[in-house]
């Protein structure tokens, strides 16, 4: 039988999920890895792969690799990255992005403390005049050069906020103009997600025990994977929302035109459908999700806590506490400010109360997200899945529930490894 694997590199860590040819989960493995060290990236990719059980592992077709959208890196002409990653949230001081505001149109998406142009526009200020020629990848592109040995290889998904035209399916010529006055910097091609980039390096099958014809082709980001995760095998219709509800939390609304709008952080996602031929992903990401959950409460907490929800508050009800709950200063959507200070007070001594707050607030944000969505012209949202750990917490749904106001359906997969093996077996 035939498998197909899919790598997800997500917030909180790494997981592989191995499909048949009919789209049933076979295997599934996971391994933590430091977001800002590419040497733990490289360790979990094998560990993943390797633990992948043995009869499943040597009958892989084909692997595609999701990572962290904005995530990136520079790397030298043997791959080597020359400095740590920038990662998604990391934000560019204002003189980079009074220099990007120099180079790109207004009001395009990079103008963004944590676009991929921005930090490449950083990293190159850093660097002065290289004197020999330098990688600029994503995450995914370089997680998937180290199986297939081809640098400067992305896909039109990562590449979306460096600058690139998903509808004219190029590098824009401000771009094109801005590579050539720096050719020391390699921009990374860009191809469809899931065509094949080439064959896995010989010396890798040897190490992970994978067939030698295994393919290995462009990625995604890790939203993108988890919108076709929570839509599954079957063929999604317009208007179909996805929320994703990790670390952050990414919106997403499946829409037959593209809507831009930097001022909110809003962009659009190319999404070829072998049925549906060329719609648009059309959504943002905010800052807020678990990973500020975690500043105050364990996982064990968070457990214990939403179970205490549901016999002491009723979610049905409105939370009087109004945050706007950030792990750190500044946010992307739907609020677009770097300098968005984090709103966590007053904070109750009781922290079933607290909890409640956080999940109210991030309700409210999250239905003002698909509101201003649907008031910049995306299709109309008909329903909506999540994906994510923030999927499991039934209170969070209720709550969620009574401000969406839209049909909320269950997810049989939410796992982004599953969206990016389905992408696997497209091709």
Same mark, same amino acid.
């Given at each position: 039988?035939?498998?197909?694997?899919?790598?997800?590199?997500?917030?909180?860590?790494?997981?592989?999920?191995?499909?048949?040819?009919?789209?049933?989960?076979?295997?599934?493995?996971?391994?933590?890895?430091?977001?800002?060290?590419?040497?733990?990236?490289?360790?979990?990719?094998?560990?993943?792969?390797?633990?992948?059980?043995?009869?499943?592992?040597?009958?892989?077709?084909?692997?595609?690799?999701?990572?962290?959208?904005?995530?990136?890196?520079?790397?030298?002409?043997?791959?080597?990255?020359?400095?740590?990653?920038?990662?998604?949230?990391?934000?560019?001081?204002?003189?980079?992005?009074?220099?990007?505001?120099?180079?790109?149109?207004?009001?395009? %998406?990079?103008?963004?403390?944590?676009?991929?142009?921005?930090?490449?526009?950083?990293? $190159?200020?850093?660097?002065?005049?290289?004197?020999?020629?330098?990688?600029?990848?994503?995450?995914?592109?370089?997680?998937?050069?180290?199986?297939?040995?081809?640098?400067?290889?992305?896909?039109?998904?990562?590449?979306?906020?460096?600058?690139?035209?998903?509808?004219?399916?190029?590098?824009?010529?401000?771009?094109?103009?801005?590579?050539?006055?720096?050719?020391?910097?390699?921009?990374?091609?860009?191809?469809?997600?899931?065509?094949? $980039?080439?064959?896995?390096?010989?010396?890798?099958?040897?190490?992970?025990?994978?067939?030698?014809?295994?393919?290995?082709?462009?990625?995604?980001?890790?939203?993108?994977?988890?919108?076709?995760?929570? +839509?599954?095998?079957?063929?999604?219709?317009?208007?179909?929302?996805?929320?994703?509800?990790?670390?952050?939390?990414?919106?997403?609304?499946?829409?037959?035109? @593209?809507?831009?709008?930097?001022?909110?952080?809003?962009?659009?996602?190319?999404?070829?459908? @072998?049925?549906?031929?060329?719609?648009?992903? $059309?959504?943002?990401?905010?800052?807020?999700?678990?990973?500020?959950?975690?500043?105050?409460?364990?996982?064990?907490?968070?457990?214990? %806590?939403?179970?205490?929800?549901?016999?002491?508050?009723?979610?049905? $009800?409105?939370?009087?506490?109004?945050?706007?709950?950030?792990?750190? +200063?500044?946010?992307?959507?739907?609020?677009?400010?770097?300098?968005?200070? @984090?709103?966590?007070?007053?904070?109750?001594?009781?922290? +079933?109360?607290?909890?409640?707050?956080?999940?109210?607030?991030?309700?409210?944000?999250?239905?003002?997200?698909?509101?201003?969505?649907?008031?910049?012209?995306?299709?109309?949202?008909?329903?909506?899945?999540?994906?994510?750990?923030?999927?499991?917490?039934?209170?969070?749904?209720?709550?969620?529930?009574?401000?969406?106001?839209?049909?909320?359906?269950?997810?049989?997969?939410?796992?982004?490894?599953?969206?990016?093996? %389905?992408?696997?077996?497209?091709?």
């Amino acid at each position: 039988m035939n498998y197909f694997l899919g790598i997800d590199f997500g917030t909180s860590g790494a997981r592989a999920i191995a499909i048949d040819e009919q789209g049933v989960a076979r295997a599934v493995t996971r391994h933590d890895y430091e977001i800002r060290d590419c040497e733990t990236w490289q360790n979990s990719l094998y560990e993943v792969i390797s633990a992948v059980p043995n009869e499943i592992r040597q009958n892989i077709r084909k692997i595609i690799i999701d990572g962290t959208s904005a995530t990136v890196l520079i790397c030298d002409r043997t791959g080597k990255a020359i400095a740590p990653p920038m990662i998604y949230s990391d934000a560019c001081e204002v003189e980079f992005i009074e220099h990007v505001k120099k180079i790109a149109p207004a009001q395009h %998406l990079v103008i963004s403390a944590t676009s991929s142009f921005a930090k490449l526009i950083s990293l $190159v200020k850093y660097f002065g005049k290289p004197s020999r020629k330098l990688y600029f990848l994503h995450q995914a592109d370089w997680l998937g050069y180290l199986l297939h040995g081809k640098l400067g290889i992305s896909d039109y998904h990562n590449a979306l906020k460096l600058g690139y035209d998903p509808l004219l399916l190029r590098y824009p010529d401000w771009l094109q103009d801005w590579a050539l006055k720096n050719p020391a910097i390699v921009l990374p091609e860009a191809l469809t997600p899931s065509i094949s $980039v080439g064959i896995i390096q010989e010396e890798i099958t040897l190490k992970l025990g994978l067939p030698l014809d295994c393919k290995i082709g462009a990625g995604t980001t890790d939203s993108n994977a988890a919108f076709l995760a929570c +839509v599954g095998t079957v063929t999604p219709e317009i208007g179909t929302a996805v929320t994703s509800l990790g670390s952050t939390m990414v919106l997403k609304i499946l829409s037959d035109r @593209p809507i831009n709008d930097a001022r909110y952080g809003i962009y659009s996602h190319r999404f070829e459908h @072998p049925i549906l031929g060329c719609l648009w992903l $059309v959504g943002g990401a905010s800052n807020v999700g678990g990973a500020v959950l975690r500043q105050f409460f364990t996982d064990t907490q968070l457990l214990e %806590l939403s179970e205490s929800l549901g016999d002491r508050i009723n979610p049905n $009800v409105p939370c009087p506490l109004d945050y706007y709950p950030l792990p750190k +200063v500044g946010d992307r959507f739907p609020i677009n400010d770097p300098n968005l200070q @984090p709103c966590l007070e007053p904070r109750p001594d009781d922290p +079933v109360e607290f909890l409640h707050g956080l999940l109210e607030s991030m309700a409210r944000i999250e239905a003002r997200g698909y509101e201003l969505l649907q008031e910049l012209g995306a299709s109309p949202i008909k329903q909506i899945y999540t994906a994510g750990g923030g999927a499991k917490n039934q209170i969070w749904t209720k709550i969620r529930d009574r401000y969406l106001r839209v049909p909320m359906q269950d997810s049989l997969q939410t796992e982004a490894a599953y969206g990016a093996a %389905l992408l696997a077996k497209r091709f």
